[in-house]
């Protein structure tokens, strides 16, 4: 059966980069059987000024029948002014409320050639690999009500509504307790319980989910203002964090951060299993669009290909095929290529293209 | 006229390091006529052990009458399983919410001294001075409805609101702005306006007060996860952060775990001038009760110190008092005593007292 991806390039440098990984998806179907086709769609900014929304029924129908959703970046400075319901952010929340991609898995993992470039000292983050686990399809995201409204005193409020439900934190529970069996066995649950209600109720749900189900993985529980200074502190504490969509955006870019392998962070974001036993999917780099070298070739491509060799191994279950991507991609930084974003003295700085065709050799030569 | 202190000095370490506090008040009092009336009363869990409550309204009385109130921290594992309700940290949150504390001012500093013991490369963070200034009565800390429900199916779910009204949002800018007129002229507003109402609405308030009142002053916006990225890449970048209360929470840790002297770090919290030109104000240390060394005579007291010295500065407009005790604790650390959290090699290692000790000395010769 044919693999079916769509490719939603988006906005800023995502274009350039996906540019890459279809070469390498053409270099999988040619050397390794992938068997994939593509298709390029719109969503972001680009989406709206094509058809005035940021992602059109049309590419939603699309997302709906791929086996996996390829994602570059969406926003930029350009699209500062148009209004919120259709400003390039709402395609990417459209696609993961519709998708009901619930589970994003943000690896933060250091790559050993990289560890200098990371602000914090070397022996702190050599080695880090965490697994941070966000909910996606809830909480303050996509709570109601929300929205701007004028009070009688004339002033006015806008409000939000944070907001889980039991099957929701369950889900996402799963998620993270499953992995953590692969991994290191340990799950640190993150919310803010000594403020808020739905971080009591997080707290409450993810120690029943443990005792029922996964009593065999250690659960530590931890407030979120304290896990963002442990990560800075102490990085290597961590295996699996699983938290809530706003706290797992901050925690996770903070832990990205770490890394000083930003533009090298691929990211998926998981539906349920449906009744074959398949789950949709969407893949992307952590990093943004990075408006300022947009069209310029200059962008890290590895980001993005990494996030296809997340691809390979959840949704086609090539785990060999992704192994083998993601040591192409060690290993032209073994062998000194560099984009500008991670480059350093005395390595090689090459472009977009040439980052691709480095990760194509190393391939061949594998 | 006497000028009214309440020392509520908390559990954990609050009471050890309030114990140097109440010393360098008598040395104040002594030495440069600063006629302080002080006096202990319950917060926190021990609040809750003694009267049910975190925090009673007889103590609640004693708080509106003080000048100004002194608060070591609170909580600990001891009262984990008390009800939401009158959970240590309720004692807290109930004072700085009926105090109208709305702002809540976070030097994350880096002391000289101390600029290897962050976990940045020292270049990153010697000299960062950045003021964080944290919205901290309203939002999803205390926005209603909130709480933990059954659903029809059986389920549960929890749930707060955060919301922010007009002149919410415009008193914490004008703190914010005024600041930063005295230090580098430069406010940078946090949301997440790509997602939240609350943030489109933090944003338009923001750049509407700034039109109208602060337009001297540069006005940058962030997005809250980029501003946790931001912060670890390149703290420096930042002078005056402006934010609400739940970002303000997770990111002034951040910033005052980048410093490598969390120890040391100490907050205002500052309601608004009455009548009399008056203002309600509250100083804790930012780091926690630590009940891992709680009574052992171990735990750093220069955050609390350094929280008296905003005290002088804030409420009783002695900024000479206040630059004199600062120049203190800068001097202790300068002379190589050091507390078990801020250890470093070839230093002396002291407790509570002798450091408070050296505190004092160092202010006679000064
Ligand atoms: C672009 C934005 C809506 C998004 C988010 O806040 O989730 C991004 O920051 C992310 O983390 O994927
Ligand atoms: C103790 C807790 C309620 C408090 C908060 O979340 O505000 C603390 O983390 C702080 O930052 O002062």
């Not at 990760?359 to 061949?364: D, E, F, N, P, S």
């Amino acid at each position: 059966m044919t693999k079916k991806i769509l490719i939603l390039p988006g906005d800023g440098i995502g274009p350039e980069v996906m540019g890459e990984v279809e070469r390498i998806i053409d270099w999988f179907n040619k050397e390794r059987g992938l068997g994939a086709e593509t298709e390029r769609d719109l969503v972001g900014g680009c989406a709206y000024d094509a058809h005035g929304q940021a992602v059109s029924d049309a590419t939603m129908a699309k997302a709906q029948e791929a086996d996996a959703v390829l994602l570059g970046a969406v926003g930029g400075p350009k699209w500062d002014g148009v209004p919120f319901d259709v400003r390039p952010e709402a395609g990417l929340l459209r696609l993961r409320k519709d998708l009901e991609l619930f589970a994003n898995l943000r690896p933060a993992l250091c790559f050993p050639a990289l560890a200098d470039a990371s602000s914090l000292k070397r022996e702190l983050v050599e080695g880090l690999d965490i697994m941070i686990v966000r909910e996606l399809t809830g909480g303050v995201y996509f709570g109601e009500p929300r929205g701007i409204e004028d009070l009688p005193n004339g002033e006015r409020r806008g409000f939000d509504t944070q907001v889980y439900s039991t099957h929701e934190v369950q889900r996402i529970g799963r998620v993270a307790f499953d992995l953590a069996r692969k991994r290191g066995n340990r799950v640190t649950s993150v919310e803010k319980r000594n403020v808020m209600h739905s971080g009591v109720f997080w707290h409450e749900e993810m120690v029943k989910l443990h005792k029922a189900e996964f009593s065999d993985v250690t659960l530590d529980h931890m407030l979120a203002d304290n896990c963002g200074m442990q990560l800075v502190k102490q990085p290597k504490q961590f295996d699996v964090i699983v938290t809530d969509n706003l706290f797992g955006d901050m925690l996770s870019d903070v832990a990205a951060m770490l890394t000083g392998s930003l533009g090298m962070l691929p990211s998926a974001s998981l539906g349920g299993k449906d009744a074959n036993g398949k789950a949709k999917a969407l893949y992307e780099p952590v990093h943004g669009s990075a408006p300022d070298i947009a069209g310029q070739g200059l962008a890290n491509p590895l980001a993005t290909i990494l996030s296809f060799a997340m691809a390979l191994r959840y949704t086609f279950d090539l785990s060999a095929d992704a192994d083998l991507l993601e040591k192409a991609a060690e290993t032209v930084l073994a062998e000194g290529y560099r984009t500008g974003d991670i480059m350093q003295p005395g390595m090689k700085k090459v472009g977009t293209k040439q980052m691709g065709d480095a990760v194509l050799a190393a391939l061949t030569k594998l």
